[in-house]
Structures are given as structure tokens and as C-alpha cells.
């Protein structure tokens, strides 16, 4: 049999009639006082610091005033169509020439990136980013961290042989913005 100590069975109560009751009952004149446990704190150390150490100067943290349109309250505007290809950019920057790309650009963008000699998933970020360039012309924080990052994946693409290395990012961009607009889209 286990031996449960006494206080657990007279200190619980589920009701408060039950606490009432226990007042009046015999239990509380025979049940012994709770044992005092004070809780004793060790000093705070005291630091004292040594003359001969150098003097410890500390950096002030400098005072940045966020610009008031980043502060607005109001979330960008931007169309179901650029939102869901901002949905599709992978972590490393680019686009996947996807069928969900392709539906919501329009086709074509793999026969295109062959045409031109360049990796699909190259000319697939190419031509995300110049769609989202027209689609959030009036999002340029949102555009900027985008247009940032990709340009980073199709620089680092373009150095390991997977583009066009001749052309500039901005060359790219402007031949797939030529290409969105002229809707010469081959169909799949």
C-alpha cells in the first residue's frame, strides 16, 4: 500500500461548500500548521572595477526614422494575378517554369527560352519579373525586394553558364517585357 501524506488528502477541495464544511469539520482542529518555508536569496555580487583595466566606452545605438510611407498602415494594393506568381518565386530568387507561370503569364515561356538559348528556369525568372515590374509600378518597396532578389539568382545563373552572359540583367528584362507585350506567345 502506498503511504500518501496526510496534507494532500485534507488540502484539496473540489467545491467551495467542500472548504466551507472543512471548516466546521474536526479535521482542521487536528491537522497540524504548514510548515514555514521561507525562501532565502543569496547577495547580488558587487562589482568592483579594476583601476588598472582600461575604461569600457559603450556604443550608442544611432537613431533611424522610418520613412512614413513604409510606416503606413494601409497593405499593398496588388492585382490576384501578381500575387499568385509572387506565391511561386523559390528561396533562391527564382521562378520554375511552371504550368501555374505559364497560366497566369501565358504560354510559351519554355519555347521562348529555347528559342533564345537560355535555361527555362532563367528565362521563366526573366519573365516573372517583368511582369511583376509592370503589374506593382506603384509597390516600389514591394518591387524593389523582389527585383533584388532575383537579380541575384540570374547573376549567379549567368556565371555558371546557364544564360546569356553577354546581355545585362536590364537587357533581359526589357526583351522579356518586349515579349509580354507583344503577345508573341507561341500556344502550348
Do not use: H
Amino acid at each position: 500500500e502506498q503511504d500518501i501524506p496526510r496534507r494532500y488528502s485534507t488540502d484539496t477541495f473540489s467545491t467551495l461548500s467542500s472548504l466551507e464544511e472543512s471548516y466546521s469539520s474536526c479535521w482542521t482542529s487536528s491537522r497540524s500548521p504548514s510548515p514555514s518555508d521561507p525562501i532565502e536569496r543569496a547577495p547580488s555580487p558587487e562589482f568592483v572595477r579594476d583601476v588598472r583595466s582600461p575604461p569600457v566606452t559603450r556604443a550608442t545605438v544611432p537613431q533611424v526614422s522610418i520613412p512614413s510611407r513604409v510606416t503606413s498602415t494601409t497593405p499593398p494594393t496588388i492585382s490576384k494575378e501578381a500575387y499568385e506568381v509572387f506565391q511561386l518565386i523559390e528561396p533562391d530568387g527564382s521562378f520554375p517554369p511552371s504550368p501555374q507561370l505559364g497560366r497566369i503569364i501565358g504560354p510559351g515561356i519554355s519555347e521562348k527560352a529555347a528559342e533564345l538559348g537560355m535555361d527555362g528556369k532563367l528565362w521563366a525568372t526573366v519573365v516573372a519579373v517583368a511582369y511583376l515590374k509592370k503589374c506593382l509600378e506603384n509597390e516600389p518597396n514591394l518591387l524593389d525586394a523582389l527585383v533584388a532578389k532575383a537579380e541575384d539568382f540570374i547573376r549567379e545563373a549567368q556565371a555558371r553558364g546557364q544564360g546569356t552572359s553577354r546581355r545585362s540583367f536590364e537587357d533581359m528584362i526589357r526583351c522579356a517585357s518586349e515579349w509580354l507585350e507583344t503577345g508573341q506567345r507561341t500556344s502550348t
